[in-house]
């Protein structure tokens, strides 16, 4: 399974503006993340990027681009840590960022190791940015999850194989919640909307239309 752009940015809380930069190398530093599945058109994220973006999404909430960016090239260049970026726990509280192991943790910005961390965090759970709601990543709805041995990671139905977005084009078609499970019956109409209602999330990930141009004359 891979996620366009779209769809990644919703699980992940990042915006579409935000992932395209995040792409890109700076003047001096690196790219923050490049999709391992493919980096160009069609730009496709893999599972472990929806998570390494969703800890990207909460380094913002304290911390400033250029600082992660640093903090990613002291990782990357100074410690030698190549593994892919879900593999490790960053956490900023505001004047730096740390890489937290068992035992200790490691200042990426200020570069001083055996710092205490008082927090923890769990990128898999819900948080908010600029307001927003981002849901948990393994469960965005309560009848919608996202198990990465499921169809690879796309969102279903809880309990089945049935991708959220199938099911509300069925009800964007005009089918009652209530007769969804005449299409797919272990899908409940409880189900069904939760997966409208995710699917709406999700396109609210969309890009602003450009406003048409008045017509000439």
């Not at 190398?25 to 496709?44: N, Y």
């Not at 730096?96 to 200790?104: C, F, K, R, T």
């Not at 910005?109 to 990543?137: C, S, T, W």
């Amino acid at each position: 399974m891979t996620y366009d752009p779209k769809l990644a940015a919703a699980l992940s809380g990042a915006t579409l503006r935000q992932l395209a930069h995040w792409r890109k190398a700076g003047v001096r530093r690196g790219a923050v993340l490049i999709p391992e599945i493919s980096g160009t058109r069609p730009v496709l994220y893999s599972f472990r990027d929806v998570v390494a973006l969703r800890t990207c999404v909460k380094l913002r909430n304290d911390a400033s681009l250029q600082k992660i960016r640093r903090a990613l090239d002291t990782l990357r260049g100074d410690l030698k840590e190549h593994d892919h970026l879900s593999s490790y726990t960053l956490v900023a509280d505001g004047s730096s960022i740390y890489l937290a192991e068992p035992g200790q943790a490691v200042d990426l910005v200020r570069r001083k190791a055996n710092v205490v961390i008082h927090e923890m965090v769990d990128v898999l759970q819900p948080f908010y940015r600029d307001g927003r709601h981002i849901p948990p990543l393994l469960r965005p709805r309560a009848h919608v999850t996202v198990d990465p041995a499921v169809r690879g990671g796309v969102p279903v139905i809880e309990g089945t194989r049935v991708p959220y977005d199938e099911v509300a084009a069925l009800l964007r078609d005009g089918v009652l919640p209530e007769r969804i499970s005449e299409y797919y019956p272990s899908v409940t109409a409880t189900a069904a909307l939760d997966a409208a209602d995710f699917a709406d999330y999700v396109d609210s990930y969309d890009p602003p239309k450009e406003p048409r141009e008045a017509a000439a004359g």
